[in-house]
């Protein structure tokens, strides 16, 4: 429902009445282009995690004072980015290709979230500091969360909110919605596998039947689609792996949803969730907050919240 509401009015935005696939996630012409400085940046992300927690703000801002980071772009560096945490008797690095664009901002709010959690979560020791795969991207996103909400509600005009929002859902569909589909995929071709080796055709077959369930009538799968599924890479090497973005990305919507309706407290249970590193399962992680995975509500609150920034979307629209 969510893919498909959104994939609906991002057509109409377009102006067309079907999307080509590939016209997925072209960027709106909404987006802002201005560049933002180095220093504007590590403002925007340290002044969101301040207004949630200075306890956050200051372990964050150690990267900074302390060349945690590296962050410019130069030849022969290493593409993305991440948080490494090296062992917990010394501190996390933090590597970047920082150029500018709000998408970077963004990045430097995960993986300082990443670099946080590795800080909070090193008393555990090396070997049980590493969080299971479940939880490895909660500080990280939710960082993200803090970052964007507070650089949306700085942002006053209209066309340039549109843009943000849908950015943030489009990433958070392909998040949540796409990596389900892949999941789905996976499933239907390890069921069939059982009965005999598979063809191509067939493969493509099932590709085809989970993309146009999740993607809906709003986009028209082109013929050479059939072989996309190629090009993920965790259908051969990690089989499944997929699911633990979708359950990340919920978890922390739901987690977020519990932040935005919290009286007090919910800081220092957040805190005490990092410090906890690898040593509980998540059922025992999330209990203090009332939050419950086997509980089908729990996925609820989190799909909501991406239905709530559909709302803001269709909102502005009108
Ligand atoms: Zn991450």
């Not at 002044?47 to 703000?57: E, L, T, V």
């Not at 990267?63 to 590296?70: H, K, L, P, S």
């Not at 996976?186 to 099932?206: C, I, M, P, W, Y």
């Not at 090497?237 to 309706?261: E, I, R, W």
Request: overall charge negative.
């Amino acid at each position: 429902r969510l893919s498909h509401r959104y994939y609906a009015m991002k057509a109409r935005w377009l102006g067309m009445e079907v999307m080509n696939h590939w016209d997925r996630n072209a960027p709106l012409p909404e987006t802002p282009q201005a560049i933002i400085g180095w220093d504007e940046a590590k403002n925007t992300v340290l002044s969101a995690y301040q207004r949630f927690s200075p306890d956050m703000a200051e372990i964050a801002r150690a990267f900074f004072d302390r060349n945690w980071i590296d962050a410019p772009v130069r030849p022969g560096k290493s593409p993305g980015a991440f948080a490494h945490p090296t062992v917990p008797s010394a501190h996390p690095y933090v590597l970047l290709n920082y150029m500018g664009k709000p998408r970077d901002v963004m990045t430097l709010a995960h993986e300082l979230g990443h670099g946080v959690h590795q800080v909070l979560a090193a008393g555990q020791g090396a070997l049980m500091a590493s969080t299971p795969l479940t939880l490895a991207e909660t500080a990280s996103v939710f960082g993200e969360m803090l970052t964007f909400r507070s650089l949306l509600d700085q942002t006053t005009d209209k066309r340039e909110r549109k843009a943000m929002l849908a950015q943030k859902v489009e990433d958070m569909i392909n998040t949540v919605v796409r990596q389900i589909a892949f999941y789905e995929f996976e499933r239907k071709v390890h069921a069939e596998r059982k009965n005999g080796e598979l063809t191509s055709d067939r493969l493509g077959q099932f590709w085809l039947e989970v993309q146009a369930e999740s993607l809906g009538p709003a986009i028209k799968l082109r013929e050479g689609y059939e072989v996309f599924w190629s090009y993920i890479p965790h259908f051969i090497h990690s089989p499944f792996y997929v699911y633990a973005y979708a359950f990340g990305d919920c978890l922390v919507n739901s987690l977020y949803a519990v932040y935005q309706n919290a009286e007090r407290g919910f800081q220092d249970k957040y805190f005490a969730m990092l410090r906890a590193g690898g040593t509980k399962h998540h059922s025992e992680l999330l209990a203090p907050f009332g939050l419950d995975a086997t509980d089908p509500a729990f996925w609820q609150i989190g799909l909501g919240v991406i239905g709530g920034l559909i709302d803001e979307l269709e909102a502005l629209d009108n």
